[in-house]
Nanobody, 121 residues
């Protein structure tokens, strides 16, 4: 059973930074593409960033230049460094694992429980 556990969310002022972590257990981490998604209140879950097994990365336009995804295969962990945060970044952030590098939510087989990020203006 693959399990994903996010941490690092919290309350931050606009312009601040947070670093999210997602620890993966129960599977072979290096074989998964990893993604971050977010869901604001009343909205659908949306793609934020993805990182392939071989380190290719991609980002949603709304976070390009501000967010950075990275992974540590030795620690079975994926990170999302979020800088220059805006109130519109407020959401529950989820990490997810997939066999295939993709933006598509349906591609991801395993999901964490989410961590709340709140950006105050």
């Amino acid at each position: 059973q693959v399990q994903l556990v996010e941490s690092g969310g919290g309350l931050v002022q606009a312009g601040g930074s947070l670093r999210l972590s997602c620890a993966v257990s129960g599977g072979t981490f290096s074989t998964y593409a990893m993604g971050w998604f977010r869901q604001a209140s009343g909205k659908e879950r949306e793609f934020v960033a993805t990182m392939a097994q071989e380190s290719n990365v991609d980002y949603a336009d709304s976070v390009k230049g501000r967010f950075t995804i990275s992974r540590d295969n030795a620690k079975n962990t994926v990170f999302l460094q979020m800088n220059s945060l805006k109130p519109e970044d407020t959401a529950v952030y989820y990490c997810a694992a997939a066999r295939t590098y993709s933006w598509g939510r349906s591609t991801y087989n395993y999901w964490g429980q989410g961590t709340q990020v709140t950006v105050s203006s």
